[in-house]
């Protein structure tokens, strides 16, 4: 079965400054891989997706994700951060034929001035 | 406007009583799920549907219900809720399982 590890619990970081937040999956294949973003008291919001192709994505909000098969990686980052970017951010996995994504236990970013 | 709908948003009930918690989407998705977040365990489905009359279980179904009577709507039921069930929940739909999903605004469930 599929796993997902987000190591870091909580992230502090200074507008302006760069973000990256770390995602390690477990599957034998290439799976399909998301970052979510789940502001306060709402839903998760898709940022990214990788499903083939270009290991590097592009996604909505400035971010970007990089797939790295040799390290089991989907790491996301940002260049600048802005302080509406605190929030929580979910990273998941699925795989293809299994109608299951597994989502990592989240990493809060917070945002100080 | 494209939404998955979660009613209510809040609910406080006693142990015992059954509730559902209704779930409606409007861009006619086939896939539809339910999970609960709980601090440090991110979120785990709980049940999972392809199409209408077709459910299946996720990591957690116990003491959990669902139906997929009509395309748009998932209700979630708890036929005797327990305070182990005190979470927030999520409605998802998607396209089709591994798409990406569209979230509803979440369910706070409190059972004392």
């Known amino acids: 079965a599929q796993s997902v590890t987000q190591p870091d619990i909580h992230i502090t970081v200074s507008e302006g400054a760069s973000l990256e937040l770390r995602c390690n999956y477990s599957?034998?294949?290439?799976?399909?891989l998301f970052w979510y973003v789940q502001s306060p008291g709402q839903g998760l919001q898709l940022l990214l997706k990788y499903f083939s192709g270009d290991t590097l994505v592009q996604g909505i909000k400035g971010f970007e994700a990089e797939f790295k098969r040799s390290q089991s990686s989907f790491n996301l980052r940002k260049p600048s951060v802005h302080w509406s970017d605190a929030a929580e951010y979910f990273c998941a996995v699925a795989v293809f034929g299994n109608e299951k994504l597994t989502f990592g236990t989240g990493t809060r970013l917070t945002i100080i001035p | 406007e494209a939404q998955v709908t979660q009613n209510p948003r809040y609910l406080i009930t006693v142990t015992g009583k059954k509730l559902t918690v209704t779930c409606s989407q409007n861009m006619n998705h086939e896939y539809m799920s339910w999970y609960r977040q709980d601090p440090g365990l991110g979120l785990r489905q709980i049940y999972y549907?392809?199409?209408?009359?077709?459910?299946d279980k996720g990591d957690v179904p116990e003491g959990y219900k669902v139906s997929r009577k009509e395309k748009r709507n998932f209700p979630l039921i708890l036929e005797s809720p327990s305070p182990n069930q005190t979470s927030l929940y999520f409605c998802a739909s998607s396209l089709a399982g591994n798409s990406p999903l569209h979230f509803g605004n979440g369910t706070r469930l409190t059972v004392t």
């Open positions: 599957y034998g294949a290439t799976p399909y």
């Open positions: 549907s392809m199409n209408v009359e077709v459910t």
